[in-house]
């Protein structure tokens, strides 16, 4: 059973740094994996999705990496702002593509002014 | 505006009540989800539906029941088998295609009486 994992399970760090979050699965058979963002009380928004077959996705300052044969991928966020505060969430997908997901438990981040 | 809607925002139930959280898409989109959230915990899939008057357990589906007699809506009724039904409930949609992301709705906080 695929098993998705984050840690650490919060993070508080002043503006302006660069942050790398880190997501593990353990079955490498994955179609595609996703990060997303949860504001406080809100559904999930779409970051970036990387396709097995991709090694990094990039959006504005985000930029996502898939290591599959290892399990990990990380979202890095370059020169973090206030309004990155969130709660990122990890998911993975089996062979038979995006209609089920497998969800980490996620981690919030706090970025300080 | 395209989206998902889900109503309503909060609802409380009473012992051994049924009550039904509505999720409406306009998206044209064909497989929609519902999962449950816990505090400090990743979504856990409770059904999905790929085709309309079709649709499968999740991993969680004891005590949940849903319909799909139209497209746009994907209804989910946590009847009073459901012991622990106190939960964040976030419904999904997703286009066809198997690269696509899913979309969420906002969500509807379920409290018990």
Redo the contacts between chains.
């Keep these: 059973k695929q098993e ?1 994992t984050q840690i650490p ?1 919060a993070l508080s760090v002043p503006e302006g740094e660069n942050l790398v979050l880190n997501c593990s699965f353990t079955d490498s058979a994955i ?2 994996l ?1 990060w ?1 963002r949860q504001d406080p ?6 970051l970036l ?1 990387i ?1 097995s077959s991709q090694r990094e996705q990039t959006s504005g300052r985000l930029n996502a990496s898939l290591d599959k044969s290892s399990g990990r991928s990380t979202l890095y966020i370059a020169a973090s702002q206030p309004g990155d505060s969130a709660t990122y ?1 990890c ?1 993975v997908s089996g062979q038979g ?5 497998v ?4 981690m919030k981040l706090t970025v300080n002014p | 505006d395209g989206g ?1 809607t889900q109503s309503p925002k909060y609802l409380f139930r009473k012992e051994g009540q049924n009550v039904t959280l509505s999720c409406e898409q306009n998206l044209n989109h064909d ?1 929609m989800y519902w999962y449950r959230q816990d505090p ?6 409770i059904y ?1 539906s ?1 085709i309309v008057n079709d649709f499968q357990k ?1 991993d969680i589906a004891e005590g949940y029941s849903v319909s799909r007699e139209k497209k746009e809506s994907f209804p989910l009724t946590v009847t009073s088998a459901q012991k622990n039904p106190t939960a ?1 409930y ?1 419904c ?1 949609s ?1 286009p066809q ?11 509807t ?1 379920l409290l018990v009486l």
């Design positions: 998705v399970a179609y595609n996703q997303f009380g809100k559904g999930l928004t779409s999705l396709q969430l998911a593509g995006s209609e089920k997901l969800f980490g438990k996620g | 998902i497989a400090g915990q990743g979504l856990r899939l999905y790929q999740g964040f976030l999904a997703r295609g198997n690269q696509e992301t899913q979309y969420f709705g906002p969500g906080r």
